[in-house]
């Protein structure tokens, strides 16, 4: 059974930065594709950011792109979410998630693919 523990949130001012991190454990992480998926008050779970077992493929929600930057290293069974210029608007909870195996995508943009999440951690910016 695939465990994920994120890290890292917190209370921040628009323009600043965050760090969030995820380490997995109880499974094949180098083989997992990860994602970061949010979820603000009152709104449906949002893929943020997705990357392959590699690192060589990354894909991002069109809000955050060129913020925000995907990140594994997989000898230490990580994912990281770097999150710079942050708006109020990405004001969530954070949760990292996994699943093994292919995907396409587009699917790899939709929560409903992910079998392994993590307990979230809020991110607050405030304004």
């Known amino acids: 059974q695939v465990q994920l523990v994120e890290s890292g949130g917190g209370l921040v001012q628009a323009g600043g930065s965050l760090r969030l991190s995820c380490v997995a454990s109880g499974g094949t992480f180098s083989r997992s594709i990860m994602a970061w998926i949010r979820q603000a008050p009152g709104k449906e779970r949002e893929f943020v950011a997705g990357?392959?077992?590699?690192?060589?493929?990354?894909y991002y929600t069109d809000s955050v792109k060129g913020r925000f930057t995907i990140s594994r290293d997989n000898a230490k069974n990580t994912v990281y979410l770097q999150m710079s210029s942050l708006k109020p608007e990405d004001t969530a909870v954070y949760y990292c998630?996994?699943?093994?195996?292919?995907?396409?995508?587009?699917?790899?943009?939709?929560?409903?693919?992910?079998?392994?999440w993590g307990q979230g951690t809020q991110v607050t910016v405030s304004s």
């Open positions: 998630a996994a699943r093994s195996g292919t995907v396409s995508a587009q699917d790899m943009r939709r929560a409903i693919s992910y079998a392994y």
């Open positions: 990357i392959n077992w590699s690192g060589g493929s990354t």
